[in-house]
């Protein structure tokens, strides 16, 4: 069994402040341990259920948060930025299963732990297909392109909601409850570890049951921007088309091709910051 994690750190439990999830923050260094720790849980129930292989890719910022010398020796790490498939680079058709830990709630979740998608300071929303998608489902497709499920998701307990709308019945664990933005109830942390070994146990011993998300015919990405200039910007690309003031639109036949033009826009869209 091979397995893919996809780590993001706004999930994580113990995080909930800004000081933690920004490089230049009082509290990043800590955070980085907290996810870390928390990385190190999922490999070992991955581990126990058989994986021969566990690959990490860190999928934060500049998505070198995962200090690897306190990850599980047995895993690979993928980290560093730029990256072809961004949160989902090294993922293929030989893994079994997707595990997506520390995720958050997409953009406009109220409340939400750092709720965004993607870049929080240009999206307000993304539709796919005319589907409400976070940063679970949107990868989620991605692994489907390789036809392979994503099986577990862990976060606050509104993006562990949003992925059973996003994706569908996976396995979940909510390691704290939502306040507000940068508040939260955390579990303790023997609670959550428990958590964890409960779910997984459940995804492993079901992995072939998990459906691929596969996109076959047309596929169509809305975007809405925060401001009108950034999606002017955007319709300076061939074959995007506005859909209102702030709303542009991909359409193609293929999810990996539109999900790495959907990606180009957004760091078009950032640059008139």
């Known amino acids: 069994m091979k397995i893919y994690i996809s780590a993001d750190i706004e999930g994580i439990w113990g995080v909930v402040s800004r000081s933690q999830t920004m490089s230049d923050g009082k509290d990043y260094f800590r955070a980085r341990k907290l996810m870390t720790q928390e990385v190190n849980w999922v490999?070992?129930?991955?581990?126990?259920?058989?994986?021969?292989?566990?690959?990490?890719?860190?999928?934060?910022?500049?998505m070198d948060n995962i200090l690897i010398e306190e990850l599980n020796p047995k895993a690979e790490l993928i980290s560093g930025s730029p990256k072809p498939l961004s949160m989902m680079e090294g993922i293929d058709e030989t893994f079994d299963g997707v595990l997506l830990v520390g995720y958050h709630p997409r953009a406009g979740t109220s409340p939400g732990i750092f709720d965004h998608t993607y870049y929080g300071k240009v999206i307000s929303n993304v539709w796919i297909n005319g589907k409400p998608m976070g940063?679970?489902?949107?990868?989620?497709?991605?692994?489907?392109?390789?036809?392979?499920?994503?099986?577990?998701?862990?976060?606050?307990?509104?993006?562990t909601v949003q992925v059973k709308e996003e994706i569908g019945e996976i396995e979940t664990v909510a390691v704290k409850e939502t306040i507000s933005r940068y508040a939260a109830r955390n579990l303790s942390r023997e609670e959550v570890r428990a958590k964890y070994a409960e779910s997984l146990e459940r995804a492993f011993k079901n992995i072939d049951k998990y459906p691929s998300i596969k996109y076959k015919e047309i596929i169509t990405i809305d975007i809405e921007f925060n401001q009108a200039i950034m999606a002017d910007v955007c319709m300076q690309v061939p074959g995007v088309l506005r859909k209102d003031p702030k709303t542009v639109t991909v359409i193609s036949k293929d999810y990996i091709e539109a999900h790495k033009l959907f990606r180009a826009l957004i760091n078009l869209a950032a640059a008139v910051l």
């Open 43 to 62: 490999i070992e129930e991955a581990l126990k259920a058989g994986a021969t292989k566990v690959v990490v890719n860190d999928s934060h910022g500049p």
């Open 135 to 159: 940063e679970s489902g949107i990868n989620a497709g991605v692994a489907g392109y390789f036809n392979v499920p994503v099986i577990f998701v862990s976060g606050d307990d509104q993006v």
